[in-house]
Each structure stands twice: as C-alpha cells, then as structure tokens.
C-alpha cells in the first residue's frame, strides 16, 4: 500500500477512534494522548498492515494494546522520590527488626547440635545432597532434621 493510500485511510478512520479512546480512559484529556499515540503506532508501523484486512480493526488492535501496556506500566510504577531533602528526613527504625533478629538468633543457638548443623547449612544455601556429603548423614535423615528445626524455631521464635 502506498504511503498517500495509507494516510488517506488514516485520516477518514481516525475520527472512529475517539469514541473508543474515551471508554477506555474514562477522560478526555487521556483519549487524546491514546489516540495521538495509536496514530503515530500505526504511521511508524504502516508496513506492517496487510492490504485488504480491515483498517479501523487494524487501528483498534493498536489503541487497546497501548492503553492495556500503558495501564499495566502505570500500575506497577513506584513512586521514589531520591533527593538530598527526602533523604535527610529519612529516619530508619531498626529497634523492632533488631530484637526479631536476636530472638531467632537465641533460638538458632538453643537448637540441638543434629538439628543445627544441618539447618544453619541449608539457610546457607547448601543443597540437601551436599549436606549428606559433608555430614555424612543419610539424605532422609538431613531432611528430617531441617524440619524438626524449622518446628522447633516456629514454636520458639513466634
């Protein structure tokens, strides 16, 4: 399709998609933006369009792809400001985390050797068979004792 053809198409069709644009927004302002960006979309990719297919879809296809990947990019922005000032009104509080971690760290200390061995390794990011090798202990049996741990830490800690 030649590039008169293509813009004359875009011009009559266009007008079709404010209707659309302001559904999906729910404001005038956001469906002009939808629609200004879906235009420049399908200009920049005009070749893309198969000749014979129908346009206004073409075009439609288009602006509910943007606005869906605009929505989804707006929900999971976070807002962070990083500045000198917010900075300096920052105030960390780690009293309450502090006592957390000592607590789990007495609990850890009170397990009984069998259980805390083999756990501490695997908090450390050792796999269960390089437990066995290095305790030479059966597999089930690291595996009984890291769960023991894990109940014995649940009922102290909490």
């Known amino acids: 399709m030649e590039k008169t053809q293509f813009n004359h198409l875009l011009t009559s069709q266009s007008r079709y ?62 807002c962070s400001i990083d500045t000198e000032e917010t900075k300096e009104l920052q105030v960390e509080n780690r009293g309450e985390s502090n006592m957390r971690i000592e607590g789990i760290k007495a609990a850890l200390n009170r397990l009984p050797r069998q259980y805390y061995q083999p756990f501490a390794m695997y908090i450390d990011g050792y796999k269960y068979h390089e437990i066995t090798e290095s305790l030479l202990v059966p597999l089930g049996t690291i595996k009984n004792r890291i769960h023991v741990a894990r109940k014995i830490l649940k009922q102290t800690v909490i």
Request: charged share 30%; net charge positive; aromatic share 12%.
């Open 17 to 78: 998609l404010a209707p659309q644009a302001l559904k999906f927004t729910k404001d005038a302002d956001d469906a002009k933006d939808l629609i200004q960006d879906t235009l420049l979309k399908a200009i920049l990719n005009s070749d893309k369009f198969c000749e014979g297919t129908n346009f206004k879809g073409w075009l439609y296809t288009i602006m509910k792809n943007l606005f869906v990947n605009n929505y989804r990019r707006r929900s999971f922005r976070t």
